[in-house]
């Protein structure tokens, strides 16, 4: 059996209505608490941050996370002398927090466990606003996902009317893939659209949790992690997401009620995101909040919690041993994913790559091809020695074993001679 290695990027969930990071930017810059001037303090924040920083440079909401993530950080640490987050935030008296906060709004909140758990922490009032504004942020997100993503029992998004088309598509192209390769699935999506496809066509996946099923059956199940058969079994269908997914949920104590974080595959996952208020440390005096994906600036911290760990150590033994990885819609903003396949390329050459990406025209074209040379190819051969022959919308580089298709992934599907 061969091993073909797939990497799901945000473009692979765009035909099934998935959001773009522009659309959930704009979306969360109206959410949540407002200041004392009645101004959303999602938006300030962008603002404040976006103002100095050049049209391409601007944050989105991975950059707002960050930013909310290292004010808890900065309220949390006892330390008063240790700003984590920008030369703006000289020390705590400093206008930037009056903006920024609005401490009134935790006694507005109804007492979720995850409200009521953040407001017997242990920390400052300052870092229980933003822990509950991170709570919001992410299940904003988690709604978004789930609107296109939800698959369970009683509640299908994936496979309605709508996209019959692509879901045809889809599972004519996994179906005929899986005859004589091991279909290893590692998605940055946090929906549920490739568990849909494997269920309809009957194809067992494991997904990293036990029970070994594709979608939990009762709405109180939570699937555990087996961290043992992410790290050991190879030679069967995976579907892993290196960032999480909208189902899982986190749990901050262990069966002894000690601090200790695990977590489960669910059937509707956690919309707060985190039942018990779980903080990790995984450097000195940075605090995690705990959610049930990775987004943001802190992924290479939160990558090394299970089982994001484990996952991402399972894609790096099968980039090394793949016959062909095929990237779909992925931008290669994720610098520690372009390491591993950088890494496995040089150890693997005969590997085959195929890149699936939508250019608009010709100098995105080109732009993407320099991105994926410096990205990926760097270090097997010098610039001047790159050769792409470019077809229609699509560029062959042979030296490399290859491919950039410029197509959406349904036009891919479409035209894909293996189908």
Not at 216 to 240: M, Q
Not at 377 to 404: H, P, R, V
Request: with cysteine; aromatic share 12%.
């Amino acid at each position: 059996m061969k091993r073909t290695v797939f990497l799901l990027g945000a473009g692979a969930a765009i035909d099934w209505s998935g959001p773009s990071t522009l659309y959930l930017t704009d979306f969360l810059r109206d959410k949540g608490p407002k200041n004392r001037s009645g101004n959303y303090i999602t938006n300030v924040l962008l603002d404040k941050f976006n103002e100095r920083l050049p049209a391409k440079e601007k944050l989105n909401f991975e950059g707002l996370i960050d930013i909310v993530e290292q004010c808890f950080q900065y309220w949390s640490n006892s330390s008063k002398g240790s700003a984590t987050i920008s030369k703006l935030l000289i020390d705590r008296n400093h206008s930037f927090w009056s903006e920024v906060t609005n401490l009134d709004y935790i006694n507005t909140l109804s007492e979720t466990r995850s409200v009521s758990s953040i407001k017997k922490a242990k920390i400052t009032d300052e870092a229980k606003f933003f822990a509950i504004l991170l709570v919001k942020i992410y299940a904003g997100i988690n709604e978004q996902i789930s609107n296109y993503g939800r698959c369970n029992a009683k509640s299908n998004k994936i496979g309605i009317e709508e996209n019959d088309i692509i879901n045809q598509l889809a599972l004519d192209y996994f179906s005929s893939l899986s005859g004589d390769s091991y279909l290893r699935i590692y998605s940055l999506n946090y929906d549920r659209v490739i568990q849909f496809l494997f269920q309809r066509l009957d194809l067992r996946a494991f997904q990293g949790f036990y029970p070994d099923k594709l979608i939990p059956e009762a709405y109180n199940d939570k699937y555990r992690v087996d961290t043992k058969r992410i790290l050991t079994s190879f030679n069967e269908h995976c579907i892993y997401h290196l960032h999480g997914n909208y189902a899982w949920g986190v749990e901050g104590k262990n069966r002894n009620q000690l601090d200790g974080y695990s977590v489960y595959n669910g059937y509707y996952g956690n919309i707060n995101t985190n039942s018990a208020f779980a903080v990790i440390e995984s450097e000195k005096n940075k605090p995690l909040f705990l959610s049930n994906i990775v987004t943001g600036y802190s992924k290479t911290q939160r990558t090394n919690l299970s089982p994001f760990k484990q996952m991402a150590s399972a894609f790096d033994m099968d980039c090394h041993q793949a016959d062909e990885i095929i990237i779909v819609g992925y931008s290669f903003g994720d610098l520690h994913i372009n390491d591993t396949i950088r890494q496995a390329k040089k150890a693997n050459k005969d590997c085959k790559i195929t890149i699936v990406t939508y250019a608009k025209d010709t100098q995105e074209e080109q732009k993407f091809r320099s991105m994926v040379a410096k990205s990926l190819l760097s270090d097997l051969a010098k610039y001047n020695q790159f050769i792409f022959d470019n077809g229609n919308k699509s560029s062959f580089a042979e030296q490399f074993n290859l491919t950039i298709i410029f197509k959406p992934f349904k036009e891919y599907l479409a035209n894909c001679i293996d189908c």
